[in-house]
Nanobody
Framework: QVQLVESGGGLVQAGGSLRLSCAAS????????MGWFRQASGKEREFVGA????????KHADSVKGRFTISRDNAKNTVYLQMNSLKPEDTAVYYC????????????????????WGQGTQVTVSS
């Protein structure tokens, strides 16, 4: 089992940047593929980005491609989401999630594949 705690959210003006962190504790962090999701008020939780166990496979949602970057540091048991050129429509609660996988290159887009979730961190982008 793994416990996840997000940090780094806040209020930022449009065009600004934030870096979210997700610290993991518990079972070996390197056993998990990791993902970032977000949920805006009144909307479904949506995929933002995912990274494989070894960091070799990375995907981002089209809506954030070129602006957001997911990365991980297995030595620090942490996954990051660097968010640049933020827009008001990026306003949401951001969640990190972990999926126990056997293959080192696997990532998941669907939230249904993730068994562990953090509590979320609010990101608000003002216009």
């Amino acid at each position: 089992q793994v416990q996840l705690v997000e940090s780094g959210g806040g209020l930022v003006q449009a065009g600004g940047s934030l870096r979210l962190s997700c610290a993991a504790s518990g079972r070996a962090f390197g056993s998990y593929a990791m993902g970032w999701f977000r949920q805006a008020s009144g909307k479904e939780r949506e995929f933002v980005g995912a990274i494989s166990r070894n960091g070799d496979t990375i995907k981002h949602a089209d809506s954030v491609k070129g602006r957001f970057t997911i990365s991980r540091d297995n030595a620090k048991n942490t996954v990051y989401l660097q968010m640049n050129s933020l827009k008001p429509e990026d306003t949401a609660v951001y969640y990190c999630a972990a999926a126990n996988v056997l293959l080192s290159s696997i990532i998941y887009y669907s939230k249904d594949h993730y068994g562990y979730w953090g509590q979320g961190t609010q990101v608000t982008v003002s216009s």
